[in-house]
């Protein structure tokens, strides 16, 4: 009579670390890759100021005006005959009564201004203009 042994299973403690760093690294890989894609905005070169920046992130309505005079309400185009609809709607569903101007640095005086002057006819007072700091190495005058 043959006896037969019965099999015991032994529990592995050793963790197979390289499937979790090949799946760390494929993430890694993939955050590198999609974050500039991630950044909104219209690419404008905004003005360089020594004013100190602002210390809290405040919630608003971003508006943009490129260097060819174009409108953004965050992100998107608006024509200025129905700028005013296009900002209370989103000024609405953010719950905020801050804007921010982002200008580039060639825009036209006039179109700026223009912008401005129908966010205070709209009665909007927290008007915010925003600005990219000036490097601290470099000597403005020579």
Do not use: H
Request: proline content about 2%; overall charge neutral.
């Amino acid at each position: 009579m043959r006896f037969r042994r019965k099999r015991t299973y032994t529990a592995i403690a050793d963790i197979n670390i390289a499937n979790l760093v090949d799946v760390v690294l494929v993430l890694l890989i993939i955050f590198m890759i999609s974050a500039p894609l991630l950044q909104s905005g219209i690419e404008v070169d905004l003005p360089k100021t020594k004013a100190a920046a602002i210390e809290e992130e405040a919630e608003g309505v971003v508006i943009t005006i490129d260097k060819k005079g174009g409108v953004y309400i965050d992100d998107v185009w608006a024509r200025l005959d129905n700028f005013e609809s296009a900002l209370e709607q989103e000024m609405r569903s953010k719950n905020t009564s801050s804007v921010y101007i982002r200008g580039d640095s060639a825009v036209a005086y006039g179109v700026a201004i223009q912008v401005i002057a129908r966010l205070k006819e709209m009665g909007i007072e927290g008007i915010g203009l925003v600005t990219t700091p000036v490097e601290q190495g470099r000597s403005g005058r020579k």
